[in-house]
């Protein structure tokens, strides 16, 4: 009998109590929402934007099945904090096509009322919103010429190899898997071939800080197809 009373109270102790895991989970919450203030002080239903510090950043999207990116657009589940991409630019309205036919949400299964709002068009944001994406747009746009004249992709303009920019989820290469990162090839993507019978697709976007194909053709005994093994050399053209 003493020894069954000495272990209950060892466990209310330890921190298994209901309140005690409760207080866990509020610091826990605490902790994420202050690294990331940006997207903490929105309302629940307020698109936020990704950037390193979100929690759910490099994570997969349950809908779509491309990981999260900075600056990506999403949603989430005022219950459970669930993301979903809800982005136009890059055609990810993953939390709009799931709640047209849906009203629980995927993780939690508690009903989100007006989960999708009347209008699904950016412009209906906040001036201050706007402002800073007219901002982020003209930096945007200055990074990239900046980018566009120092970096350079390996064997670019040299040999069998030319950067593509993916235009349509047509395209058989959209959503393939890059060799190097591992994250599917999106609208807006700037990919590469590699010149092998396999055509291992590879990032080459330094505007996304994906520069893959760089990181591995760089180096001189990483000539070979990851797939296959066979020759990827890139013949400089005469």
Known sequence: MAKKLKHSGK?????????????????????KMARDLQNAILLSGALRVTNHNSDWFDRECFYCKFKFREEDRIRICPHCDFPLHEDGRFDLKCWSDYFHDNNHCPRCNQEINNAV?????????????????????????????GIKTEWTMVGEGEGGVEPKIM?????????????????????GDRFVQ???????????DALR???????????PKNDYCILSGGKCEIVKKR
């Open 117 to 145: 709002p009347a209008t699904n068009k950016d412009e209906k944001t906040a001036p201050t919103e706007v402002s800073t994406a007219i901002l982020e747009q003209n930096i945007y746009q200055q990074f990239s010429s």
């Open 194 to 204: 590699c010149p092998g019978e396999w055509k291992c697709c590879f990032h080459a």
């Open 11 to 31: 466990d209310n102790l330890g921190g298994n109590s209901p309140m005690e895991q409760m207080m866990s989970k509020e610091v826990e919450k605490g902790i």
């Open 209 to 219: 800080h994906l520069t893959c194909w760089n990181a591995r053709f760089k180096m």
């Open 167 to 187: 235009h349509s989820k047509n395209d058989p290469e959209y959503g393939k898997k890059c060799m190097m990162c591992n994250e599917g090839i999106r609208l």
